[in-house]
């Protein structure tokens, strides 16, 4: 009660005083004009301003524009809202109606309820600040309150106007074995758009996040950045267009091709979160901002260290036997690992898994190579001392499968067509638009957790897109709803399975790196970066990923040479010291690796245990970028007390007796004195300032001098460098 009442008190000091909002953060705020009868206005996105330059922000020319222009009226501006009203009228015309402001659950929330002029359509603009962190979300609660249906054909999450001049774009894009690679690139005249149609995941291609560099070329550490992530992991539509104004206009929101969404009468359609940061201690700076609230808000457990894992994929894929799940568990348990997942291969009864082509959806364990079922792998993984996880992908099913036999009617496929098949030339995609399918997928989860409570760790893959458009049970007037209701009902069962198995780490795998968006993170504790695990591949993917992803959430392994994807041969050395700036695994047959390797990999994961919370919860400095020509590639982890951190070195593919840059470290205390010690030395002698200390001052203004190679026996030499150093303050 006590709490309306502020909310009153508050709501009327906002309507009756307050023309302009402050939606704010610690270090970072938005200002908006939002008066009664008049649209709801951008003045001001940036660092957070004291009182003086607040009081006269409106006299410093600076921007003024509506935050949610709607299509058909006074609209020289592209629209963030498209609407077809109950009798045709294609225009909409938005006032504010109301404002509010509390504070729910630690954050500031804004929202600001407009109205249509004439008819009974509301637009309510929402915005969480969070109190501890520098992100404010934005997104949209659509109203209809016509007596009949409306279509809604755009339904942006935000829109947000960027000042004109000098500004850079950086995005991923990739594909299945290349995801998350950067792109710089300047804005021109014109529409940069940024998209994704694949239905099920969204980040194989295109990412649903964005920085934007004001001041020119993209520096890692300094200059003035916008970050923003929309939390959707479904279709997306991020576009800047730029005209004629002052202004590169960007708008974010679900994608709406092929996806117009009827609003029935009284309905509220929400639009998706769409995060926004600023940071201007550049690109770097950004994405500590996005960590930071990724750790906090958006992803699983994200305050829990990470296990060290082994997975069975690249050591034996589809060849799952007992004695051979036996024999890695003691192997990733002698080097020093925590957890064992049984990846695909390990279930079908009247179709057994032997490859890609069935059984996906027969959930049961195939008896022929597991006699004493998922049970006994629990129970072993406990005698060898670690945990046990699972690979489950119950989104899919194969045409060859007693799911499909029994339930043809669950898949996703044109009416009248037949089903477009995927991955083994069987592979369809379950309808989670069905409640029957949701409680099918939630079961899949439920019936494994139940019969062995002690599983830790799941790995949810989902290996195909939607490619034949079409729901057996939407109706004929709702197909256009496929791709939305697709991951409503995918949200609906994650709902669920996190309020009965809250504990439980569950990875999001996606042919790979297909699932990596804040709108699927909240469920899940981590992704797998790519299914291609060389690594110097990984050094740019992981690179890319950074910008938005903490390397709590990046699945980072170790794996065999030459590569399975790539076939590179890079040295062991340098595989651990790339995986080692993740989320450290191994994707290996350990059976395969000699007495030497292992006790190398058992001393890094011993290494790894010392500086994991580091890693995990460090603030990153990027420090060379892979994408920038330069033969190497460095990057750092900072605690936030600045009382230790974690450098990476890692040499790329160079040209003999190439000159290295000197890489000056950053986001260290310049007052302190650093001792160094490197990890996981391989080379005869240690470095000479093994064990010596400097001040965070030296090694920011000078960096220390690495050698172009390890001194090892010449017969064991290679041309792949990389070190990892760990620094503590004194
Ligand atoms: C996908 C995943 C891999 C592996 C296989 C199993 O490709 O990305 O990591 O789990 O499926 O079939």
Request: charged share 25%.
């Amino acid at each position: 009660m006590k709490r309306i009442l502020t909310t009153i008190l508050f709501l009327a000091v906002v309507l009756s005083a307050m023309a302009q909002i402050r939606v704010a953060t610690p270090n970072i705020e938005m200002v908006l004009t939002a008066e009664e009868g008049k649209t709801l206005n951008l003045l001001y996105f940036g660092d957070k301003l004291n009182d003086n330059d607040f009081a006269n922000l409106e006299h410093a020319g600076v921007l003024d524009q509506n935050v949610y222009p709607a299509y058909g009226m006074n609209c020289p501006v592209d629209a963030a809202l498209a609407v077809t009203h109950a009798d045709g009228n294609m225009s909409t015309e938005l006032v504010i109606e109301s404002v509010s402001q509390v504070m729910e659950d630690g954050a500031q929330i804004t929202r600001v309820k407009m109205k249509d002029t004439v008819y009974p359509f509301y637009v309510t603009v929402c915005y969480r600040a969070y109190q501890d962190v520098d992100m404010i979300e934005t997104w949209t609660e659509i109203q209809n309150l016509e007596k009949k249906p409306v279509l809604l054909t755009r339904f942006d999450s935000g829109y947000l106007p960027i000042r004109v001049g000098g500004v850079w774009a950086s995005h991923l894009y990739g594909t299945w074995a290349n995801e998350s690679r950067l792109v710089q690139e300047p804005l021109n005249r014109g529409t940069l758009t940024i998209k994704n149609k694949d239905g099920v995941r969204n980040s194989h291609i295109d990412h649903a996040e964005v920085m934007f560099s004001l001041d020119g070329k993209p520096q890692e550490n300094q200059g003035r950045v916008i970050g923003a992530a929309l939390c959707y992991g479904g279709n997306y539509e991020l576009r800047v267009d730029t005209r004629d104004t002052d202004y590169h206009e960007f708008y974010a929101g679900i994608n709406p091709d092929n996806s117009a969404y009827t609003l029935a009468s009284k309905e509220v359609f929400k639009t998706p979160e769409l995060a926004l940061t600023f940071s201007n201690e550049g690109l770097s700076g950004a994405s500590r901002n996005f960590h930071r609230w990724a750790r906090n808000y958006k992803i699983a457990h994200g305050d829990k260290e990470r296990k060290i894992l082994l997975n069975s994929w690249e050591g034996v894929y589809f060849k799952i036997n007992e004695e051979g799940m036996d024999q890695m568990m003691q192997d990733i348990a002698y080097m020093g690992g925590e957890l064992f997942v049984m990846d695909d291969g390990w279930f079908g009864d009247k179709y057994p898994r032997l490859n890609d082509k069935s059984s996906l959806g027969d959930w049961v364990v195939d008896r022929n190579k597991l006699p004493n079922g998922i049970s006994w792998l629990v129970n072993r993984a406990e005698d060898h001392g670690i945990k046990f996880g699972i690979w489950i992908e119950p989104e899919m099913t194969n045409l060859v499968s007693e799911l499909y036999e029994a339930h043809p009617d669950w898949i996703v496929k044109a009416p009248e067509r037949d089903p477009v098949v995927g991955r083994g030339g069987s592979q369809v995609v379950l309808d989670l638009s069905n409640p029957e399918v949701q409680d099918h997928v939630f079961g899949v989860v439920d019936r494994i957790m139940t019969e062995n409570p002690d599983i830790d760790y799941i790995k949810w893959d989902a290996n195909m897109s939607i490619m034949n458009h079409g729901s057996q049970y939407l109706p004929k007037d709702k197909q256009s709803h496929l791709y939305i209701e697709y991951h409503r009902g995918f949200a609906k069962v994650c709902d669920r399975i996190r309020a009965k198995y809250p504990d439980v780490t569950i990875q999001a795998c996606a042919a790979g790196g297909g699932r990596a968006n804040y709108g699927i993170l909240p469920w899940f504790d981590e992704f797998w970066v790519s299914d291609n695990t060389d690594a110097l591949q990984r050094v740019h993917m992981q690179w890319g990923a950074s910008y938005f992803f903490p390397s709590i959430a990046m699945a980072s392994h170790i794996s065999a040479t030459p590569n399975h994807t790539v076939f590179r041969t890079t040295s062991l050395k340098y595989r651990i010291d790339v995986a080692m700036s993740g989320r450290l695994g191994m994707e290996i047959q350990p059976k395969n690796m000699t007495q030497e390797e292992k006790d190398l990999c058992r001393n890094a994961i011993a290494e790894y245990k010392k500086i994991r919370p580091v890693v995990q919860f460090g603030d990153i400095y990027r420090l060379v970028s892979p994408y920038d020509g330069h033969p190497i590639a460095s990057m750092m982890y900072v605690t936030p007390e600045k009382s230790e951190a974690v450098f990476y070195w890692w040499k790329l593919e160079t040209l003999y007796n190439d000159q290295l840059p000197r890489v000056k470290m950053d986001g260290l205390d310049p007052d302190k004195v650093y001792t160094v010690h490197e990890l996981n030395r391989i080379d005869d002698k240690p470095l000479p300032y093994e064990g010596k200390s400097f001040t965070g001052k030296f090694l920011m203004e000078n960096g220390l001098e690495i050698p172009y190679r390890h001194y090892v026996n010449y017969y064991k030499r290679n041309d792949w460098a990389s070190r990892v150093f760990h620094l503590v303050a004194q």
